[in-house]
């Protein structure tokens, strides 16, 4: 089922998640309802917040368009490990219509669960790390837009409230 994608200044954004105890039935629907939802908004990640769900599950496909879509599922994702720098334009489903430089690292090694319960490692690069980061973010409450400078947020703060007055 494709669900609402709640936008900024939602309170729920900035909510830090809980892990997930178990994978049941209900993680197994959360996960499918994102992944759908993240495909019919042609995004390349969602976390569970940006539904609405307050639990640490995230979903990334960063193939290409012309490629086979390749779904990572990442429950309880942990970054253990970061290196390089990257300043890469980034945009967010719950921040429509902008975009910003932001910086990352540029190579992360993250732990997860499937929904197998099984813990998978990834070690990501360029694209897929900056979703890594972008996306785990979100479940402690963390939006791109929190990392850039004060003054670069303050331009984003008009511009944003611009752009939903003009709709
Ligand atoms: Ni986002």
């Known amino acids: 089922m494709i669900r609402t994608i709640l936008t900024y200044p939602d309170p729920v954004l900035k909510k830090k998640s809980t892990p997930v105890p178990v994978i049941n039935d209900k993680i197994r629907e959360l996960v499918r309802d994102m992944a759908e939802t993240m495909y019919d908004a042609q995004g390349v990640g969602l976390a569970a917040p940006q539904i609405g769900v307050s639990q640490r599950v ?3 496909d960063v193939s290409q368009k012309d490629e086979k879509p390749e779904l990572i599922v990442c429950i309880n994702p942990v970054i253990v490990h970061s290196e390089g720098e990257s300043f890469e334009e980034e945009g967010c489903l719950s921040i429509p219509k902008y975009a910003a430089n932001v910086h990352r690292h540029e190579h992360v090694v993250v732990k997860g669960l499937n929904l197998d319960g099984a813990e998978l490692t990834y070690h990501a ?31 984003f703060r008009k511009k944003y409230r611009r752009a939903v007055e003009e709709g």
């Open 125 to 155: 690069e360029g694209l897929l790390a900056i979703a890594f980061q972008h996306e785990i973010d979100h479940l402690d409450g963390i939006l791109f837009v929190d990392h850039l400078s004060p003054l670069k947020r303050e331009m």
């Open 58 to 60: 995230i979903v990334i």
